[in-house]
């Protein structure tokens, strides 16, 4: 349907198509890695095509979900962690420091050049390089756990540069967009803080005081 150009046709082929890839990929150890980006994409394809359910319900605005879903989803990363799995990566400091360099100074810049030269509306290249100066969040920690690879590293990078980016971040916004749009550098620092920082520390203390107390709550704070 695609390839004979009915592509406004194709939606829910194309969905039901990555939930079924994202569903077999689940079922082989050396593919499950992949599920999660089989199901970005069946998402990110249902919105396009029905993007008037992902508006709103009602009169709720379900852009005021996304904070408590962010919060949700970084206390679950923050109870698969623990004081000792820092320690460890403290130890070798060398892949810490090369990912918060990248994500606080390279990101930033590449962001700043590609919003310049692309040509689009204010607010579009204000997003450009609002993405620049983001630290990494939740996509690339449950991507991590989910793929098996090094979680401890992953969470530190992002807790490392989260911690910094209510006041790295703001001052970047300033410096490398406030030429698109005014940025409110207080809002932005607190906004910052609540989403990421405050989760995962709560996941860390939950992990300190309850796990291995409750099986039940074990088994459920990674699914969640």
Request: hydrophobic share 55%.
């Amino acid at each position: 349907m695609v390839f004979m150009g009915n592509l406004s046709s194709a939606g829910v082929p194309l969905v039901v198509f990555f939930l079924l890839l994202g569903i077999g990929f689940n079922g082989f150890a050396s593919l499950k890695g992949y599920t999660f980006a089989a199901l970005i994409f069946g998402g990110v394809a249902l919105s396009l095509y029905w993007p008037q359910y992902f508006v709103r319900i009602g009169d709720f605005k379900l852009t005021g979900l996304i904070i408590p879903l962010i919060q949700i989803i970084m206390f679950g990363m923050g109870t698969s962690m623990s004081i000792k799995d820092f320690a460890g990566i403290i130890k070798s400091p060398k892949g810490v420091l090369v990912g918060v360099t990248a994500q606080l100074a390279i990101m930033p810049i590449i962001g700043y050049v590609l919003a310049n030269i692309s040509g689009f509306t204010p607010e579009i290249a204000a997003g450009i390089v609002l993405i620049g100066c983001s630290p990494s969040g939740v996509a690339s920690n449950v991507m991590a756990y989910l793929a098996k690879a090094n979680l401890a590293l992953s969470i530190t990078i992002t807790s490392i540069a989260t911690l910094l980016a209510p006041f790295v971040t703001p001052l970047l916004m300033k410096l490398l967009a406030g030429q698109f749009v005014e940025i409110d550098v207080l809002t932005m620092m607190w906004s910052i803080t609540k989403m990421i920082i405050l989760p995962i520390g709560a996941g860390l203390l939950f992990n300190y005081l309850l796990h291995g107390k409750t099986k039940w709550l074990d088994d459920i704070m990674p699914m969640l």
